[in-house]
């Protein structure tokens, strides 16, 4: 038989799809969606089984035969085959990799991968308990008299194989079993209880339930702490009672360990979890958990969307409005999209939650493309709490650099009536700078071209962008004085200043204590019992944080995200104040918030203070109206990137100039310009920006530039729908 089979090449990123003869004997394991091992070159190569019983067109004699089939079963099911063409055909990306994108690490197509199953090893007694007592009358040894003894009760566990084990195997009265063990153990802590739903949230609850069968796309519009987790667990459960199943999308799951607890502690054992800090061999266990039909629901990050669920009932997507749901690389997929196509192959309803919904999900709901929910209230009459911002010029003028007055008061305050308290800075590391005085020079990386952090800790310059870092030095590099100084204010230096004034047991959770596995969730639950007062952290403690004793959030500076050279800068900061807002006051204690800015009057921070999103979502809108941002336009970005600084700019401007001559006149197309991240790693980043509302040519034309840039070896292109940034 011969087959086609679909693989990655060393090749540009092109799709190659090869024919390959079958012997007989392995005809009939052949199925479409398996992977097989096949001769490519020199070297052996895995692949995906597309066409089964083709007739090659060209010389028989040619086509080389397999290696082996990897795969029993398929792990590309149809549902999958047919969403992974969608996907290469929307996201202009190959079919490969789309593909690849779906699978958790032991089942992508590549060989030597080592992600093994593990097996327990049991010893099974397979002779009555009579036959074992005849035996042990007449035993002499005590260490099978003992094993034949527990053996009698049930089966045992054993590492390894004894000879005495090997003796009672020999004499056929018990022999080894093996018993998959699947490895990952949610290991955190849970004092969830079920509640009984307002009014509100039962509403919310049965529109959404009316709606299973139906491939509907819902948007939950909800203030923080309105008890949107509890709407979700509701509609879940549901689904569960028609025996179907439930994906729940969340943004990181290690930004919200509390969400997993509650949903292990309300549905136990049916609950598989996936994302990035698993291990490729838990995530493989919990991937065969879904396939194994183990389980109902999954709860994860993006790829989680891509899990084989058959039978899916209901799809949420908590926190909608987080970029996290977009992959930066490709294929560049929008795991709502994916959601959404879901939908439309299983019948069934999607649901976005977000106290702040993305621009374009509350346009698309005022459309009436997605039907809007509401939950205005928040749950237990908890009220939403208090927000003072506090203008940092007035405060450096007093030599208030890093804290306010009525910030330090207010922590000195809530530390003495024991309660707790969470601050946020958005910068890791000591300090954002560090340049010399007298000649005005900044380290910089040089691969990237960007500012080092200074990380006291480690003594150390490192680069956020490329991961490197270095020594720093005694003297400028550039004049040689020694009078270097540092700037800014990162959480380390946070850290060491709060030591300085308070009392307090103090936690810092930013990516460098939260490297190592296990440490994010010790942090979350030693704070949630109290063994710490004070919470700092960077954005990552900004979602889903649910603990009841935190009476004040501080946001130490509200003003490094406003300043980002980003479209959606202010819709980023009213969302992150919003959000980190929302974990005060979740007790019976009133919340207060205090926001430092050296922008108080700006609206997003001065709407995220009155907590009116509707406010903020309409002046936005007229700003995306008239600088023709989406979702007014749709947009497109084709990035350029090359080693080499002329070519660069050479071919950006060709593509440019092709993409003007043959799109439709109404689209804009604007540059090349140089990427805000220009240089990253060595290599030059040039964008083009494409604006349209409606263009039938457009498409052709990407295509066009795309395949025309695979083939060259020195620069590289890059297309992204619907960019989260540019
Ligand atoms: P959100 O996800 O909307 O921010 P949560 O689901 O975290 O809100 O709920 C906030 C808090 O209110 C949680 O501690 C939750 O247990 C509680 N809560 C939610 N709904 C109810 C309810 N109907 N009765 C009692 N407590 C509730
Ligand atoms: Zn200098
Ligand atoms: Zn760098």
């Known amino acids: 038989m011969y087959i086609e089979v679909l693989t990655q090449t060393i090749l540009k990123k092109e799709d190659q799809t090869f024919t390959y003869f079958v012997p007989d004997n392995l005809a009939s394991k052949i199925k479409i969606g ?32 397999i290696i082996g089939i990897t795969d029993e079963e398929p792990v590309l099911n149809e549902e999958m ?22 699978l958790p690490k ?18 099974k007694r397979i002779k009555s308990i009579e036959e074992i007592d005849n035996y042990i009358e007449n035993c002499k040894y005590d260490s099978q008299i003992e094993l034949l003894c527990k053996l009698k009760e049930g089966d045992i566990p054993i590492s390894k194989v004894t000879s005495s084990i090997k003796t009672i195997i020999k004499n056929g009265l018990a022999e080894i079993n093996y018993e998959e063990n699947k490895r990952y153990k949610y290991m955190g802590i849970s004092n969830y209880k079920k509640v009984k739903l307002t009014l509100e949230q039962e509403k919310v609850a049965n529109t959404i339930i009316s709606s299973f069968n139906i491939p509907k796309t819902f948007l939950l519009y909800g203030v923080t702490g309105s008890g949107k987790t509890e709407v979700y667990m509701n509609i879940i459960e549901e689904t569960l009672k028609l025996n179907k199943e439930a994906i729940m999308l969340v943004p990181e799951i290690s930004l919200t360990p509390q969400i997993v607890g509650k949903f292990i502690s309300r549905f136990g054992n ?9 291990s490729d061999a838990e995530r493989y266990d919990e991937y065969r958990k879904i396939t194994d039909g183990e389980v109902k629901i999954v709860i994860g990050t993006r790829s989680a969307i891509f899990v084989p669920f058959t039978n899916i009932g209901v799809i949420i997507i908590d926190e909608e409005h987080t970029s996290s749901y977009k992959q930066e690389n490709n294929p560049r997929y929008n795991a709502k ?28 709901a005022g459309n009436n493309v997605y039907e809007l929910l509401t939950l205005t209230k928040r749950a237990q009459n908890m009220t939403l709490p208090v927000v003072n911002v506090v203008d940092m010029k007035e405060e450096v003028k007093k030599g208030n650099f890093i804290l306010s007055e009525i910030l330090k008061k207010k922590i000195k305050e809530k530390l003495d009536k024991k309660e707790q308290i969470i601050l946020l800075l958005n910068r890791r590391g000591y300090s954002s700078i560090i340049s010399c005085r007298d000649c005005g020079n900044t380290e ?52 060491e200043e709060l030591f300085k004034l308070y009392d307090a047991r103090i936690v810092r959770m930013d990516v460098d204590t939260t490297s190592k596995k296990g440490q994010h969730q010790k942090i979350i639950d030693d704070f949630g019992e109290h063994k710490y007062d004070i919470l700092i952290g960077t954005q990552m403690i900004a979602k889903g944080l649910d603990f009841p004793s935190v009476t004040l959030v501080g946001v130490v500076s509200a003003d490094s995200s406003l300043t980002a050279p980003d479209y959606r800068a202010s819709e980023n900061i009213f969302q992150l104040l919003s959000q980190v807002s929302g ?100 290599i030059y980043h040039y964008q083009i920006i494409v604006k349209y509302r409606k263009d039938d040519k457009l498409k052709e034309a990407l295509k066009f530039v795309n395949n025309v840039y695979k083939q060259n070896s020195k620069v590289n292109i890059e297309i992204d729908f619907d960019p989260i940034r540019i």
């Open 583 to 682: 974990r005060a006051g979740r007790g019976e204690n009133k919340g207060e918030v205090i926001i430092q800015t050296f922008n108080p009057s700006h609206y997003s921070i001065a709407l995220a203070k009155e907590h009116n999103y509707l406010k903020f979502y309409r002046e936005e809108m007229k700003i995306r109206k008239l600088l023709k941002y989406s979702p007014y336009y749709y947009m497109v970005l084709v990035k350029i990137t090359t080693k080499d600084y002329d070519l660069g700019f050479k071919e950006a401007d060709k593509v440019s100039n092709y993409l003007k001559n043959n799109v439709n006149i109404e689209t804009i197309i604007l540059g090349p310009s140089m990427a805000s991240m220009f240089k990253v790693n060595n």
């Open 337 to 364: 999209d994916i959601a959404i196509w879901r939908s439309k192959y299983h019948n069934c309803p999607v649901v976005m939650g977000s106290a702040t919904p993305s621009l374009e999900s509350f346009a698309r």
């Open 270 to 278: 049916v609950v598989a979890v996936l994302h990035s800090k698993l």
């Open 34 to 65: 398996v992977r097989v091992k096949i001769p490519f070159g020199k070297t052996i190569i895995e692949g995906f089984v597309m066409k089964i019983n083709i007739t090659p067109d060209f010389d028989k004699n040619k086509i080389k035969e």
């Open 444 to 495: 910089k990386c040089p691969k990237c071209d960007i500012a080092y952090t200074y990380h006291k800790s480690s003594n150390t310059l490192k680069c956020h962008y490329c991961s490197s870092s270095k020594m720093p030095n005694t003297k400028c590099s550039i004049c040689g004085s020694t009078n270097i100084k540092d700037y800014g204010l990162g959480t380390e230096k946070l850290e």
């Open 106 to 123: 032991a089942l992508k197509a590549e060989v030597n991968t080592s992600i093994k199953i593990k097996y327990d090893k049991y010893l």
């Open 81 to 102: 085959l047919l969403l992974g063409k969608n996907m290469s055909d929307k996201l202009l990306c190959s079919l490969v990799s789309c593909y690849q994108a779906m």
